[in-house]
C-alpha cells in the first residue's frame, strides 16, 4: 500500500541546516508532485514547497525563498527538504505529503509522512 | 496570499451528535477545498477533497459542502475516535493555505 516514511528527528544549532528524507512506497514515486508541509508547536500547517518528481522542477513559498532546497532521486524513490539559516523559529514538526494533483503546485494531499521534528536550539 | 478562517477555533460534544466546523476563505476558491483531520503526535489525514468530495476509507458520517468562500464540515454522529483537531486547506492559490484548526474535544 501507499506509505512515505521520513527520516527521523534532528536537533541543530541556529545557523546550521537540515536535510529531511521522504522515501515513498506503494506507487510510481514519479506519478505525483511531493510537498512540505511544516507545524511549529501549536501552529496551523504551514506549506513551504513542492517538486514535480517527473522534471525535478521546485517551487518554494515566498517565505522561505533562499532558504529551501527541494530535490528527488528518482532511483531511490525519495524527495528531500533542506532548510538553511536555522532560527529557533523553525523549530517544528516537517512533514512531507504527496500532492493529488501530478503537476501543479495547487494540490491537496493524500498521503503524508509520519513527520520530523527539527529542533533548532542552542 | 489567501486566508482560510475556521470556526469555531474549539468546540466540544458528545459522542452521537451532530458536529459542524465552517471555513472561509478570503477570496472566492471554487471549490478547491479540502479538510483534514490530525490527532496529537500524528500527521494529518485527509478526509474530503474538492469541497464534498469523500476520501476513499473515510466513514460516510463525514460530509463536506460548500463553493466559493464559504465551506462545511459535518460529522454527523460522533464516534469516540472522531475527537481530534480538524483543518481546511484551499488549492486554487498558490501558495496552498490552511485554516488555523478547530479542535473537536469530548463533552
Known amino acids: 500500500q501507499v506509505q512515505v516514511v521520513q527520516s527521523g528527528a534532528e536537533v541543530k544549532k541556529p545557523g546550521a541546516s537540515v536535510k529531511v528524507s521522504c522515501k515513498a512506497f506503494?506507487?510510481?514515486?514519479?506519478?505525483?508532485?511531493m510537498h512540505w508541509v511544516r507545524q511549529a508547536p501549536g501552529q496551523r500547517l504551514e506549506w513551504m514547497g513542492w517538486i514535480n518528481t517527473g522534471n525535478g522542477n521546485t517551487q518554494s513559498s515566498q517565505k522561505f525563498q533562499g532558504r529551501v532546497t527541494i530535490a528527488r532521486d528518482t532511483s531511490a524513490s525519495t524527495a528531500y527538504m533542506e532548510l538553511s539559516s536555522l532560527r529557533s523559529e523553525d523549530t517544528a514538526v516537517y512533514f512531507c505529503a504527496r500532492g493529488m494533483a501530478a503537476a501543479d503546485p495547487e494540490s491537496h494531499f493524500d498521503y503524508w509522512g509520519q513527520g520530523t521534528l527539527v529542533t533548532v536550539s542552542s | 496570499d489567501i486566508q482560510m478562517t475556521q470556526s469555531p477555533s474549539s468546540v466540544s460534544a458528545s459522542v452521537g451528535d451532530r458536529v459542524t466546523i465552517t471555513c472561509r476563505a478570503s477570496q472566492g476558491i471554487g471549490t478547491w477545498l479540502a479538510w483534514y483531520q490530525q490527532k496529537p503526535g500524528k500527521a494529518p489525514k485527509l478526509l474530503i477533497y474538492?469541497?464534498?468530495s469523500l476520501q476513499r476509507g473515510v466513514p460516510s458520517r463525514f460530509s463536506g459542502s460548500g463553493s466559493g468562500t464559504d465551506f462545511t464540515l459535518t460529522i454527523s454522529s460522533l464516534q469516540p475516535e472522531d475527537f481530534a483537531t480538524y483543518y481546511c486547506q484551499q488549492a486554487n492559490s498558490f501558495p496552498v493555505t490552511f485554516g488555523q484548526g478547530t479542535r473537536l474535544e469530548i463533552k
Open positions: 506503494g506507487y510510481t514515486f514519479t506519478s505525483y508532485a
Open positions: 474538492a469541497a464534498s
